[in-house]
């Protein structure tokens, strides 16, 4: 089966040529341009490649011609490359697709080293995957200062720099900065870095400012091919145990963030481990064998499955009402003025750019909640993030008043008080006696009815949940919650908002903690319970690496005892027969201790002191905690399904992806347990379907 015959929906690359006269002669410039915007990014699928492939053979022939002294590649406006078009990836079905695939990147993009003339990549904007590949193939790099995004993302999604990555990258610019854009940055969250980034660790030879950055880029290639402009490279260490010492280190770093779990860390590691003595040749075929191996692995395919829910299914809320229906928010009012308050009023003034109000008990705190918000303004401004007119539009947006009355004219109203069901139906029959009818309001409840809460009002159709998660300006996601009353013009409303605020929306139905805490919270509390009955904490910790973003009692940590307590009640009311609330985390938050954790890093020994030592221990292993906290997860997520908390499993992927940082590599959650065999030997049935986010079978 050809190549080009296996991705029929693939979106063309284009490869524009064109001459440009350079002092010293004819420069080819070749333009990757897809024929979209900026939204819909340059990618290499197979018809790409062929074209690219065809564009750099002409290129060849004239250079060996003598009709060209040089040739450079460059992306269309905002956009250098983004990597391999994935999503062909579900038309393979066999290694072989896969090999041919990987060899053909390769081949192609050799083309670029072996051509008789100097090359040159200009890296115009982002540039990911096969983006930064094709650009190292180049002789020399320029790099735009105004560069939003550089990575090798390929790891996080279960995939390895798999066109020249591991061994081009660590002979250019060191093991220890390759490993960390091929393997530490994709297991941190993906993390992405900035063109400035990118050339202090030498990826580039030319940092360039973006007004004039290809005017700039074809001076700096005309001045090295005649020889006017030298280029000077720090030499790359390959001493044999400097090399060997910081590929082991990453493979310590890559176990603690995956426990083994995400092979593709592994076989990266490896890969560039061997980079050290291999040659171009071996170094390539190595890649090409681990890319056929990785694509027919289950790791890819629930990656991808988790990169299409963020970039699809989040665009697309299910379930969202007509968003015709949505009023206008031109006002917002925040009730409250702490820590998440002013993390809200934030967020709404640089997203919907609207007047925020906010309000508390007393002077002091309202002042402290604006003067927060002031400050980050100011963080925001000195990080080159907004500029001198902005800082003063937007803290000129953000107000405070111990008075609700500067909320009669609001559109939108959040509030973020205590979490007590008497003091959040206190606050809503305060705020409905000031607002408008249609306005409405909104709760960032993390576990509260939102039908119990607005059962007293006049108007109960207009009272939503708000579920944000913390930090605010972080965390994609935002739980929508429909109460028993809420009609479709307040749901619609608040999808809207959603959406200016650049947030990953969910509907959720009114039910207790909805997705993220209520599955977190059956998480927790068995590895509470576990604790409880005599497993070393250390024990239950190690166990969920690679499943989780944190372990356990980490994570009740971060998000603060006394709240990881109160959403423990909350469930162990709701669902007596499976939720409990620890009694020595409940000693924790009595003693006030803020974490788990010490200020070295471990379990604080204070900590221990307060627990009470069961009377007949029993003591589990790491492998039988993990399995007790899938089979329990598996459980919850069939009873969430079958209570229609969320239209489909698809849902809970998604917000425990975007809520609460679960890996790529495993899918969210729902294909780890199929791959497991945990969903059907709990549930008797798979969550998904074979091939959805896995390799299909046949």
Known sequence: MSVENTHVDEVVTHVRSQDVQLPGGTFVLLTLDNGFDHTKPNSFGPAGLSELSVALDRAAERADAGEIIGLGITGKPFIFAVGADLKGVATITSREQALEIARQGHEVFSKITDLSVPTFAFINGASMGGGVEIALYADYRTISADVPAYATPEVFLGLVPGWGGTYLLPHLIGVENALKLIVENPLN????????????????DRLLEPVTFLEDSLDFAGKVIAGEEKVDRAPVDTDESAWDAAVSAMRKTALQRTGGAAIS????????????????????????????????????????????????????????????????????????????????????????????????????????????????????????????????????????????????????????????????????????????????????????????????????????????????AVMPLLEIIRGEKTDDATLATAFAAGKGLKKTCILVKNSPSFVVNRLLGRFMGDAGRMVDEGTPIETVEKAFAGLTPMPPFMLISLVGPPIALHNSETLAKAFPDRFRASKNLAKVVEAKIPSFYGADGKI???????????????????????????????????????????????????????????????????????????????????????????????
């Open 604 to 698: 604080d020994p204070k900590v221990m002191e307060l627990f009470d030592a069961p009377s007949d221990p029993k003591e589990l292993t790491a492998e039988q905690v993990r399995e007790s906290a899938l089979a329990s997860m598996a459980d919850e997520i069939r009873r969430m399904l079958d209570e229609g908390v969320v239209a489909e499993v698809q849902d809970i992927d998604l917000a425990m992806i975007t809520g609460a940082g679960f890996p790529f590599w495993n899918g969210g959650i729902s294909p780890l347990l199929d791959r497991t065999g945990t969903s059907e030997k709990v549930t008797g049935s798979r969550f998904l379907a074979a091939g959805v986010a896995s390799v299909p079978t046949s």
């Open 265 to 472: 860390a592994t076989r990266a590691l490896d890969l560039v481990e061997a980079a050290r003595t291999a040659s171009r040749e071996d170094a390539f075929e190595a890649e090409n064998q681990a890319l056929a191996d990785l694509i027919m692995s289950d790791e890819l395919r629930a990656g991808l499955y988790a990169f299409d829910l963020v970039q699809r299914r989040a665009k697309r809320p299910a379930g969202a009402p007509d968003k015709a229906l949505a009023r206008k928010v031109t006002k917002v009012g925040i009730v409250g003025a702490g820590l998440m308050a002013s993390q809200l009023a934030l967020l709404f003034i640089r997203q919907l750019k609207v007047p925020v109000v906010m309000t508390d008990l007393d002077q002091e705190r309202v002042d402290k909640g604006v003067a927060y918000v002031h400050a980050e303004i100011d963080k925001l401004a000195a990080k080159g993030r907004i500029s001198p007119d902005g800082v003063n539009r937007f803290k000129a947006l953000v107000t405070g008043s111990t008075s609700k009355d500067g909320f009669a004219d609001a559109d939108f109203v959040i509030e973020a008080v205590f979490e007590e069901m008497s003091v959040k139906k206190k606050v809503w029959a305060e705020v409905e006696a000031i607002v408008t009818p249609e306005c409405v309001l909104a709760t960032n409840t993390s576990s509260l009815s939102i039908t119990e809460m607005a059962e007293d009002l006049k108007h109960p159709e207009r009272v939503v949940g708000f579920h944000f998660f913390n930090p605010v």
């Open 189 to 204: 969250q993906n993390r992405m870095i900035k063109g400035k980034d990118a050339f202090a660790l030498g990826c580039a």
